[in-house]
């Protein structure tokens, strides 16, 4: 690495010569963020490669974690902190009087991933690096990310993300490493001697061309590999320049046809539209990956069928099920397996990942679209259906509506999870709860006939990004208390519980939460011209807008509060600043709505003077990776309010807890394991139960319009929405209110009353300032086993059975 401060100074100046012919006096933010990326690239290949070599030479079994999103955020600033040299890149720029952190700011997010799904991945990779482990992600290079929220007049409005104008200078494109996929064309039987083989003939080929992306490990020297596809056309260039050509439009169409497949992530992780498109990207990811992860196991020279012994695929949510038939058309169409060998070959090498009950993201694909666009895959799949079914059928002799209900296909639907859990060893939730429901409700007739198969795997968060880098300041206290070894073992953390009631370190908790408000105040106001006070409770509500998270609960909290103000205009009470953010699905009509409500809310009462700025609200638009990393360790409250079970674990609530956030939540996902590990009295804990609510959901029995007409303060705040209080522009909260009166799927009004009590207790402790920070200081030390090295070190024994390979010998 940099030898020391003079010599990379030197580098530097000399670097930013030759790449944009400029002196430091007239470089630009952008310019230094270019030159320092591709110095810090560049001292990176030399143990990517030596990582590289050591994973082919030596007898280790790799994981391959495909996923259709990685959401990477920033690189530069964790892969200077990884790599221990940011303090030196910190003090030699400053010596030329540039500012690290400015530079650090100039990358574009990489927002290729939706929200928690895809963020775990990008954790999942850094742990995996972290810890030495053989790991290496498979995605798709989208040219586009998650589109960019804009705020117009209160409205989303979304601006299409071009992350790669400017290039990525992680990223390293290998044209030698590209593949060939297939898509529509017909199956033709081929018989050889006494067999039946099948060919994939008059299909139109994309090309899959791999741009690898370094994936640094923790001052360990390890660089791992997160593969990104790219589709391209397979039509060389030459037979492009004959204009003449009578299939020139024909050509032409193709070529804007398979540009598509890498051009969107598609804005939404919880329906499945774009049908074809979406079906497209995802068999493209599948077959690039499975054809490039076989080509690398065969040249070790051993037999295809010990595959299993070296190689784990896991696929994060069904997104990535394709693999299972996939492998299965690798093995026998390529490698000339029979059926039963190369069933029992993929169904111990792929293991998957749920990630949620809601009805509406449970991916089902039409036949008569999968069939003519994968006929092969199609034609094996309909195969591993009927052994399925033959072999339920055997065991359930006569039960038809058991193997209706439990079948891959039915009612011209593929349904993908299903395939996941048949042709997979190893299926698991995503916290104790949501892995519980797998197994008592939405899989408990897969889970009756191959119990073996399910476990439960709690999701994690990277503590070095989520901590270390992107909290300094408590970084650094929680080390002169107990020293440096959490930053490897976060288990450590466990350590600051005994010094929870030391006044001093208390006080030092408390001035570090204090600098971070200052920092965000600040922030807020030269982004968004908004006061907030840095004393008042900083309240936070982050995360996509979607109705089951509940932001709606939290705004009638703040109607609550502001009504209360209004009729008492002498009461004091502890200021609160209620700060919201997150992008709602382009199509999600219903979320769109509240992020107008959120913003009609807060003009109301950012404007009123009568309420002494003791309430504020702020929404902070485009809420991604780098606005989380900047919020979250300025939070006093973490709002984890989803409705019970609906919430398969959450991050988010782990990312708060960390950083020193006390938690108003409901019993739901990761929520539960949090008040198992810190105790329910350092929580604030409110609402109805899961099985209540799953009660509700099988049984009725809840009447909203009941909850409506018992409340006043209900009434009050729902009445508002529709007679003309907010309503003086053209918008309409009508639906938001009768999709409350009539059904409230949600339970929103049926949980407020707890809530706002909740809410309460939260601005009554508040005042105990001791015993806050206590409790801050607490939810801290606990929140060690909610590292991803964790939950990565759980799956590389239990799942992946990734024999510990000895540290990674680099000298
Ligand atoms: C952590 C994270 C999420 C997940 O948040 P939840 O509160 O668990 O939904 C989503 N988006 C971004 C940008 C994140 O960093």
Sequence with gaps: MFKNKHRFKEMFVSRLETMHGKSVEEATLTDCYATLGSMVREQLSKDWIRTNDFYRDEPTKQVYYLSMEFLLGKLLKTNLVNLGIRDLCEKGLGDLGIDLEAVELQEPDAGLGNGGLGRLAADFMDSLASLQLPGHGCGIRYKYGLFEQKIVDGYQVE?????????????????????????????????????????????????????DIPMVGYENRTVNSLRLWSAESAIKDFDFNQLHHKNYHRIIEYKRNTEAISEFLYPDDSTIEGKMLRLKQQYFMVSASLQSILCRFKRKNIPITDLPNEVAIHTNDTHPVLAIPELMRLLMDKEGLGWDEAWDVTTRTISYTNHTIMVEALEKWPIDLMQPLLPRIYMIINEINERFCQQLWDRHPGEWALIERMAIISHGYVNMAHLAVVGSYSVNGVSKLHSNILKNELLSLFYKEEPYKFNNKTNGITHRRWLLTANPLLSKTITEAIGPAWIESPEELERLAKYADDVSLQNEFAQVKQKNK??????????????????????VHIKRMHAYKRQLLNVFHILDLYRVLKDNPNLSIVPRTFLF????????????????????????????????????????????????????????????????????????????????????????????????AVGEENMFLFGLRPDE?????????????????????????????VNGTFVKEDVDFKSIYYSLIDYDEFFVLKDFASYVDAQHEVTRQFHHRSEWVRKCILNVAHSGVFSSDRTIQQYAKDVWRLTPVAKLNHK
């Design 159 to 211: 601006v299409p993300d071009y992350w790669l104008r400017e290039g990525n200078v992680w990223e390293v494109r290998k044209s030698d490493k590209a593949v060939e996929v297939p898509f529509y064309g017909e199956v033709i039987s081929v018989t050889e001697g006494d067999r039946i083989r099948y060919e994939h003939v008059n299909y139109e080929p994309v090309l899959a061309v791999p741009y």
């Design 693 to 721: 609510v799953i009660h509700y959901y099988e049984h009725g029995g809840y009447h909203a319009r009941e909850m409506y007409n018992q409340d006043p303060r209900l009434k009050h705040i729902l009445d508002q929405l």
């Design 518 to 539: 200052n920092m965000l105040a600040k922030k807020i106001w030269n982004d968004y011209g908004i006061k907030v006070d840095p004393a008042s409770i900083f309240d």
């Design 581 to 676: 953010g997150g992008k709602a699905a382009p199509s999600y009509h219903l979320a769109k709505s509240v992020v107008k409500l959120i913003h009609t809310v807060a003009q109301t009462i950012n404007s009123d003077t009568t309420i002494r700025d003791q309430l504020k609200v702020v929404f902070i638009p485009n809420y991604g990776v780098t606005h989380s990393e900047q919020i979250v360790p300025a939070a006093d409250v973490s709002e984890q309010i989803s409705t019970a079970s609906k919430e398969a674990s959450g991050t988010g609530n782990m990312k708060f807890m960390m950083n020193g956030a006390l938690t108003i939540g409901t019993y739901d996902g990761a929520n539960i394991e949090m008040a198992e």
